[in-house]
């Protein structure tokens, strides 16, 4: 046990992880939902990575989606990004978050419990992406829960749409 107190201390540091569970490996849907249980935070995560991948389902198959590229401003700690990656192996995956601790938590999150991903992580904003990317664009781009945070959601949505390739 105290092999591991340092380590249980960095992780409740960071945490908490209300946006995903990064413990599962390999797990189905079901084993995710089960470990979930009732925490409502878990379970909307669980159901926005459903409802995206169902989504971009419905415009693209699933071999499209292989080389499409995808950007989540405003990542959190990447989980649901992670999450989508995970199933449907794009060419790029790239997840910009604000906030240092919340690339921190899932950065360690995912060392904690060897969760390997594909995915990279800027730290940035709407605002800022722009400049982050310079002309670089991409096919898919997220923006999950964060408009609340802008002071101009009509010039934020410009902004993202400038990220887009179409």
């Not at 046990?1 to 209300?18: C, D, Q, V």
């Not at 935070?41 to 409802?51: C, D, G, M, T, W």
């Not at 590229?69 to 995970?86: A, K, Q, R, S």
């Not at 790029?92 to 919340?102: D, F």
Request: glycine share 6%; with cysteine.
């Amino acid at each position: 046990l105290k092999k591991y107190t340092r380590e249980i201390r960095y992780l409740n540091a960071y945490g908490p992880y209300e946006h995903g569970i990064w413990d599962i490996k390999n797990g189905s849907q079901d084993d995710i939902s089960q470990l979930a249980g009732s925490m409502l935070f878990f379970q909307r995560s669980i159901e926005l990575v459903e409802q995206i991948s169902n989504a971009l389902l419905t415009t693209f198959t699933q071999q499209e989606l292989k080389n499409k590229t995808i950007c989540d401003i405003g990542c959190y700690d990447g989980w649901v990004l992670h999450m989508l990656n995970e199933k449907f192996k794009f060419k790029k995956a790239v997840g910009v978050e604000p906030r240092i601790k919340n690339i921190n938590k899932g950065s360690y999150a995912r060392f904690y419990y060897n969760v390997k991903t594909d995915v990279k992580f800027k730290i940035g904003t709407i605002d800022s992406a722009q400049k982050l990317f310079g002309k670089e664009t991409f096919d898919i781009v997220l923006n999950l829960g964060t408009l609340h945070h802008v002071s101009s959601t009509p010039d934020s949505v410009n902004s993202l749409t400038k990220l887009t390739k179409d």
